[in-house]
T-cell receptor, first 112, second 112 residues
Framework: DTAVSQTPKYLVTQMGNDKSIKCEQNLGHDTMYWYKQDSKKFLKIMFSYNNKELIINETVPNRFSPKSPDKAHLNLHINSLELGDSAVYFC???????????FGPGTRLTVL | GDSVTQMEGPVTLSEEAFLTINCTYTATGYPSLFWYVQYPGEGLQLLLKATKADDKGSNKGFEATYRKETTSFHLEKGSVQVSDSAVYFCALPTGGGNKLTFGTGTQLKVEL
């Protein structure tokens, strides 16, 4: 059973398009996250949600809009994609804050 | 703010060599500390963790000891294998525990 899943795994699109990445966790966790990994492998938090409520928005452009329809899902919608949005996006979840986080397999986004 | 400093890679070792990847942290209080591993093309997996000072985390032959005197959490393995080739990340919870702050990652390549 996959604990944290993301779709799609790869996403190639043109500049200016709008796209979404879906994330689901079956661990019963209360907290979910989105991280961005750049080409140098550096990982940085984008958003943190606890019980469907936004906790952290780490100076992410307004073009990025997370949505949590329920505790098991945290989707990421990106408007007006730019070249600099090309990266690997990871979803993660944890039972509580300060605990270890479980990561999905990542979505590699390429903006042409 | 709380942060993690990790030795830069890449690190190239021969099989059965001894591995050390240095990690030091700056934190308020004594948060849990984590090592994550990212195999090529995959997401992050928790490798080991320590929840308080002097704790030793261990898994798959890897070890790290939480040392508050030196604010360090160095990763060690006595005999690396080719299958250990991956990127290793040191991390700690920050932002009230609502996110993980990662080191820059250390790429390890093990050769026969």
């Amino acid at each position: 059973d996959t604990a944290v899943s993301q779709t799609p795994k790869y996403l190639v699109t043109q500049m200016g398009n709008d796209k979404s990445i879906k994330c689901e966790q079956n661990l019963g966790h209360d907290t979910m996250y989105w991280y961005k990994q750049d080409s140098k492998k550096f990982l940085k938090i984008m958003f943190s949600y606890n019980n469907k409520e936004l906790i952290i928005n780490e100076t992410v452009p307004n073009r990025f809009s997370p949505k949590s329809p329920d505790k098991a899902h945290l989707n990421l919608h990106i408007n007006s994609l730019e070249l600099g949005d090309s990266a690997v996006y990871f979803c993660a979840s944890s039972q509580e804050v300060y605990n270890e986080q479980f990561f999905g397999p990542g979505t590699r986004l390429t903006v042409l | 703010g709380d942060s993690v400093t990790q030795m830069e890679g890449p690190v190239t070792l021969s099989e059965e060599a001894f591995l050390t990847i240095n990690c030091t942290y700056t934190a308020t209080g004594y948060p849990s500390l984590f090592w994550y591993v990212q195999y090529p093309g995959e997401g992050l997996q928790l490798l080991l963790k320590a929840t308080k000072a002097d704790d030793k985390g261990s898994n798959k032959g890897f070890e790290a000891t939480y040392r508050k005197e030196t604010t360090s959490f160095h990763l060690e393995k006595g005999s690396v294998q080719v299958s250990d080739s991956a990127v290793y990340f040191c991390a700690l919870p920050t932002g009230g525990g609502n996110k993980l702050t990662f080191g820059t990652g250390t790429q390890l390549k093990v050769e026969l």
